[in-house]
């Protein structure tokens, strides 16, 4: 049963993939009365394709290990980056950013605010699954890290050395010990290392669609339309105009519009280096093969994940702007690694997907007030980890939305850092 005052607030969450619609629910959990709005339907923008998993460990911030791959990433057409020539140009301002914010004092802030989400993400995660009696779409396996040789392996050992700094349980495992574990990975990955508590979602897809149902079972409603703006009226309410020409004059705004979220920060007058890091997936139905674990390759930078639908094989970065059209030969790319670490993997009914991770140069998110307009708040750029942070994004903007203490020290997450 929801508790109302008698005049009850009203919010409008803009954008309904797994952020939005988190936030949607536990706001109308809290009292108030939500509109999720969409320009489709929930779930269908980023968050229908992800790898799935839970990634506590990947709050690792990108220095200057990560910088020495990039050329080699950048030149190999099957590695794990790609940049078209065309959006170079576009792309510099972003990188010299990300560039800056891998300097080592500065990594060190983006790790320590990383984790401050990484902590409380799978217990937050497990609280908002059994509000919506949806535990099952966890499942309790971890994820192995793999690695063909020796050489890849110490190529690791910077996330090995963060893992350690904060206290990650792992296990480091060979050849006999990762096959008991994964009957599937083949004879040739000599070493892993398990993550147990980094979990699986069966369904990313699914996962909100249910969030979203649940918030609307507890009296939230949904608008179908694309938000062009929102204004400031004089009575201190804020009006939300969509496309259409509709209006919905709210106590609040919540803008979690993914990559998109850009766009309706610049016309607030608070531009931010908002990118699109472009992944893509196969999700192969009937793979032949079936696996407990989520694999990751960090080598080559991509996942092997056993979802509901079959086995999903995806990952790499591809820069290219929002436009382009998507080159699944890069999908394919990965199905062919996939197939080296699972020889018994077949792709006879598959398709293929590509999504936009909505990704800020110093790769954590955007959890913040509007810097210019009272009454707004952004939750976007949660680039890699949108699915590992949406349950604790969700009770951090429902905290400053109700005017609540956060758990968690939001002063890194603000928009005006930009
Ligand atoms: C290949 C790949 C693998 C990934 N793997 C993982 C993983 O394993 N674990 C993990 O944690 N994360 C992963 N991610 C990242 C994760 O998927 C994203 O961070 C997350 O989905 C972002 O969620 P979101 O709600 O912010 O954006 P979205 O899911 O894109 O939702 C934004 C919504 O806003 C709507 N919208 C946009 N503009 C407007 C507008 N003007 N008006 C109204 N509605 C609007 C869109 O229609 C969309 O539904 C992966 C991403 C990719 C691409």
Known sequence: MVEKSKKTKTVAVVGAGVIGAAIALELQRRGLQVTLIDKGEPGRGTSYG???SIALDFAAGSGPSTWRKIPRWLLDPEGPVWLRPAYALKMAPWFLRFIAAGRPSRLREIEDAGMSLSNPALGDFRTMLASIDASDLMTDEGCLAIYETEAE????????????RYGFDFDVLG?????????????????????PNNKTIRDPYR????????????GASFVSGAVRNVEKSGDGTSVVLLESGERLTVDTVVLAAGVHTRYLAEKLGEPIPLETERGYH????????????SVIWPH???MITPTAGGIRVGGNVELAGLDAEPDFRRARVLVRHAQRAVPGLKVEESSEWMGHRPALPDTIPIISPSSKMPGVWYATGHGH????????????VADMVTGRKPAVDLAPFRIDRY
Do not use: W
């Open 282 to 293: 196969t999700q192969i139905m009937q793979p032949g093969v079936s696996m407990r674990y």
């Open 207 to 218: 996962l909100v669609v249910r969030l979203a149902d649940a918030a609307r079972g507890l």
């Open 175 to 195: 050849g006999g010990d990762i096959r008991a574990l994964e009957p599937a990975l083949s004879p040739s990955i000599a070493k892993a290392v398990l993550l």
């Open 300 to 302: 080559r930078a991509f």
């Open 153 to 164: 392996f110490a190529a690791d050992r910077g996330r090995m050395d963060f893992m350690r």
């Open 385 to 396: 980890l949108g699915l590992t942070y949406c349950a604790t994004t969700a009770q951090l």
């Open 50 to 52: 992800n790898m799935a």
